[in-house]
């Protein structure tokens, strides 16, 4: 009886410590224009709070966090919360058309969900055209008050927000893009935490700048928060040391160089162990894109340089910053190793092993294709698509409010297991073939059982040319069994599958002319937006959703929507 009594005691202390370190964390967004000065004249932005980047939010494991959007710019606006469970809580995931209707100009939405079972860099941003090259910002989830990180407690921690700056309207750059069909035109400039860097016009004094004390190691939280490119970033003469990616932590990896893919972040360690004096960080473009048949051109990219410094504290201000050698753009070798040589911390907080019994098989193609559009030039478009479907976002009604109040013809449940046609795939005699460029549009998605596990193939197609896709899924993390180059082999490919600690993550880079394998628990009934990450492709329908049904549970049940829910 006695011990009994001992465990229930310590049952209650636990519980009762679990909710003491939970908060409520409250913010307001006011989402307006701001006048904003870069590479020598004044551009109007869209802003959050009047800062670009926009405010970090910082919470704790178990947290509440509502923030009251309020928007008073002149475009319709979501906020969505990237990489965030939102277990039970779909309604405030924030993809347009997908979740929720778009807030309205002098319209509001209160987004309110708990950060559960994950710690570590997250972000949020704009989920409405290209409106994100302005609306972002960072959210850091720290661990519950007593729960130390599993690596050594840094000196301090600082989010590196990598993004692209346009000197026009962006709006007005993917409007056109789409009334011609074409891609949109390349960024003029990458930042870092919003600030160009010395190597761009009128930016000498414009460049972010991290002071450090030597023998102290900082936690940097970086933040790809470019729309349309994939990013090398360095400090020179240092290592870092990855400890986590897209809020999971990693068995510690140390590497000179960072790769991401918009939309992932990556959590290092940086020892500031060299000389006293000045150093560049420095981010450019990964562009994976190469010609499809040889009188196909590369696509263009921002081909420019970002970069701010990092400072020892008692550096003379005279010192000349030295510059990291930068990778080559096309370094694909460089970018490969870097995306695999990472791997999950098994045994770690909120770590979660790989399931092995796979209830649904899924191979799915990614790449690029063509559709009809008789007003654009030479009568297509271009278009990308998830196993030959375009898709194409309703305008009615939201996919999740169909899904709640059971409302047909906004979605359809038949999008395929596998490629309506099957070719070889990653050769480019195939990139202009044109059986197969013509993509139709469709609100197609996957419907999951509850609690099932689905295994995906995603392989890249070398239609209109090979490119690393970096694919998000909303609502979930999934486990990277395993990645690489051609065409992928069922027989051979499996063996070498991770199912001990693979990377657990939110958002893939799919290489170019190659595959990837995921796995992914449906354990959280909603709509599920996945999509290509590169905004150049993303209005031309590189995506679709999963439609994961109710549990048979009221805790596995998707609750009513809020009522300030915007309609459309």
């Not at 490119?229 to 986590?244: C, G, R």
């Given at each position: 009886m006695s011990r009994l009594l001992f465990l229930l005691t310590c049952a209650l202390a636990l519980l009762a410590s679990s909710v003491a370190s939970a908060a409520i964390v409250e913010h307001s967004f006011y989402v307006q224009n701001l006048t904003v000065r870069r590479l020598c004249s004044e551009q109007v932005v869209t802003a959050v709070n009047g800062s670009l980047p926009g405010p970090?939010?910082?919470?704790?494991?178990?947290?509440?966090?509502?923030?009251?959007?309020?928007?008073?710019?002149?475009?319709?606006?979501?906020?969505?919360?990237?990489?965030?469970?939102?277990?039970?809580?779909?309604?405030?995931?924030?993809?347009?058309?997908?979740?929720?209707?778009?807030?309205?100009?002098?319209?509001?939405?209160?987004?309110?969900?708990?950060?559960?079972?994950?710690?570590?860099?997250?972000?949020?941003?704009?989920?409405?055209?290209?409106?994100?090259?302005?609306?972002?910002?960072?959210?850091?989830?720290?661990?519950?008050?007593g729960h130390p990180y599993p690596f050594p407690k840094p000196h301090r921690e600082v989010p590196i927000l990598l993004g692209e700056w346009w000197n026009a309207n962006v709006v007005d750059v993917e409007n056109q893009a789409e009334a011609i069909g074409a891609p949109p035109n390349i960024s003029d400039a990458y930042t870092i935490n919003g600030l160009p860097g010395d190597l761009y016009n009128c930016s000498q004094n414009r460049m972010y700048k991290l002071k450090v004390q030597k023998g102290k190691t900082y936690l940097l939280r970086i933040i790809n928060a470019a729309l349309n490119?994939?990013?090398?970033?360095?400090?020179?003469?240092?290592?870092?040391?990855?400890?986590?990616v897209d809020a999971g932590y990693t068995v510690p990896y140390v590497t000179d160089v960072v790769v991401t893919g918009p939309g992932q972040t990556v959590d290092v360690l940086l020892a500031a162990d060299q000389e006293v004096?000045?150093?560049?960080?420095?981010?450019?473009?990964?562009?994976?894109?190469?010609?499809?048949?040889?009188?196909?051109?590369?696509?263009?990219?921002?081909?420019?340089?970002?970069?701010?410094?990092?400072?020892?504290?008692?550096?003379p201000t005279s010192a000349t910053p030295i510059m990291p050698l930068m990778p080559a753009f096309t370094d694909t070798p460089t970018a490969h190793k870097f995306f695999t040589s990472i791997t999950g911390l098994a045994g770690g907080p909120h770590w979660v092993p790989v399931p092995r019994q796979v209830d649904e098989?899924?191979?799915?193609?990614?790449?690029?294709?063509?559709?009809?559009?008789?007003?654009?030039?030479?009568?297509?478009?271009?278009?990308?698509?998830?196993?030959n479907f375009s898709f194409a976002r309703p305008s009615s009604l939201s996919m999740l409010q169909a899904f709640f109040f059971n409302v047909s013809g906004i979605y359809t449940p038949d999008f395929p297991d596998t490629p309506p046609v099957k070719f070889d795939y990653t050769n480019v005699i195939n990139a202009v073939n044109p059986s197969l460029l013509i993509t139709p549009k469709s609100t197609s998605v996957k419907v999951l059982k509850y609690n099932a596990t689905v295994e995906m193939v995603l392989q890249n197609t070398a239609l209109l040319g090979v490119e690393n896709h970096p694919i998000h899924l909303h609502g979930f993390n999934f486990h990277v069994l395993a990645q690489g180059f051609g065409n992928y082999d069922p027989v051979?490919?499996?063996k070498k599958f991770n199912l001990i600690n693979p990377l657990s993550r939110n958002t893939i880079n799919v290489p170019v002319g190659g595959w990837g394998v995921i796995r992914i628990t449906a354990n959280n009934p909603g709509v599920?937006?996945?999509?290509?990450?590169?905004?150049?492709?993303?209005?031309?329908?590189?995506?679709?959703?999963?439609?994961?049904?109710?549990?048979?549970?009221?805790e596995s049940t998707l609750p009513p929507p809020p009522v300030d829910l915007p309609q459309c």
């Open positions: 970090t939010l910082r919470v704790r494991e178990g947290d509440t966090l509502i923030v009251h959007v309020f928007n008073k710019s002149p475009y319709n606006l979501t906020i969505h919360w990237h990489g965030v469970f939102q277990l039970l809580s779909a309604w405030a995931d924030g993809p347009s058309m997908v979740t929720q209707c778009p807030i309205p100009p002098g319209g509001k939405y209160t987004y309110k969900f708990e950060l559960l079972q994950q710690e570590g860099t997250l972000w949020w941003h704009a989920h409405v055209s290209f409106l994100r090259a302005t609306v972002y910002g960072a959210l850091v989830i720290r661990p519950r008050s490119n994939q990013l090398f970033f360095k400090i020179a003469n240092h290592n870092m040391t990855v400890v986590a004096g000045s150093y560049f960080m420095a981010a450019n473009a990964y562009a994976s894109a190469g010609p499809a048949p040889p009188a196909f051109p590369a696509p263009p990219f921002d081909n420019t340089t970002t970069r701010g410094t990092v400072v020892y504290e008692g550096a098989h899924m191979f799915v193609t990614v790449g690029l294709g063509l559709s009809i559009c008789p007003t654009c030039l030479n009568g297509t478009r271009l278009s990308a698509s998830m196993n051979n490919d499996p599920w937006f996945f999509h290509c990450h590169l905004d150049v492709h993303l209005p031309f329908g590189l995506a679709t959703a999963f439609v994961v049904e109710n549990g048979p549970t009221p």
